[in-house]
């Protein structure tokens, strides 16, 4: 999940407190260009409210001119929108076509109840399997939360979406490349969690213009974090500070860690003798080892702290969404 469906799940408990029933569409699938990516979401009530996104707009004109007149009171049920679709006129102006669930949760303890728990997914409480029959309500069931699986499955009437804890950016010592990487993390969505335990760079995390919300200080050193608070598989754990004495115990703890990305900056000698050193000193293993991104990032030619940074955070965007099985 990213922030703006943490923040349409809090909005839906608010009207749900208020007394309004609540529609809450996910995106299920993309077919081309589409604006949104499986698994986004939109809320909204019957007097035209509503937060998230679908689309550029289009979509959402029409589907709330539909619910004003009463449409989708079924507990599930998917429409198309696009090409391909028949129950709407709207074209999307990138072309392609987006299926939605629309699910109608009536203003009752039940449906506060669930919100509540996809809420909490969000948050990082716990990892859900949601699975809608269409026309019936939704089922959740807890599961594994580093498990490697699509956000959503499809097998003829049944959806399967896996909610998971929001995209969490780890790093380990404030750099200047880390500074920059911080920034575009916060703007990409993510839950970012700086581990710092030196004063100078404290100082210079604070008087960094940074954004605020999901951006955390802990005055810890990196490797002690990870071992006592760690971090769940929607996780990714950067190590930029040029220093082996932070970067090696970091990655050594890393390493344990459910986290999808794990990656150290360096060049490629300086990687290839961190990972000697970790195999001969830290006992890595191959597999361990392999887990490690050093050199860390795509290959884009960067140079300055910017185009390193946004090479990083291109290479753990890429990470993310790529389906990979499970290690």
Known sequence: MQAMDLYVLEQARRWLAQGLSVWLCTVIHTYGSSPRSPGALLAATGKG?????LSGGCIEEDFLRRV???EFT???QIIRYGEGGEA???RLPCGGAIDVLIEFLPATFTSAGYLETLQGAAGGEHAWIKRVTLSQEATLQRCD??????????????LTIRLA?????????????GLYCIEMAAMLGFDVTVCEHRAAEQRQF???SLPGGRVTLVELFPARYLEEVGCHGQSAIVSLTHDPRIDDLTLMEAVNTPAFYIGAMGSKLNSQNRLQRLRQTGGLTDAQLSRIRAPIGLAIGSKTPAEIALAIMADIVQSR???RPER
């Open 49 to 53: 409210d509503f937060v998230g996104s």
């Open 68 to 70: 004003a007149r009463g």
């Open 74 to 76: 079924a507990p599930s």
């Open 88 to 90: 709407s006129p709207v």
């Open 145 to 158: 939360s580093g498990a490697a699986m699509p956000v959503v499955q499809r097998s003829g009437d049944t």
């Open 165 to 177: 804890a929001l995209s969490h950016l780890i790093v380990a010592g404030v750099s200047s490349v």
């Open 206 to 208: 604070h008087q960094a």
């Open 321 to 323: 969404n790529t389906f």
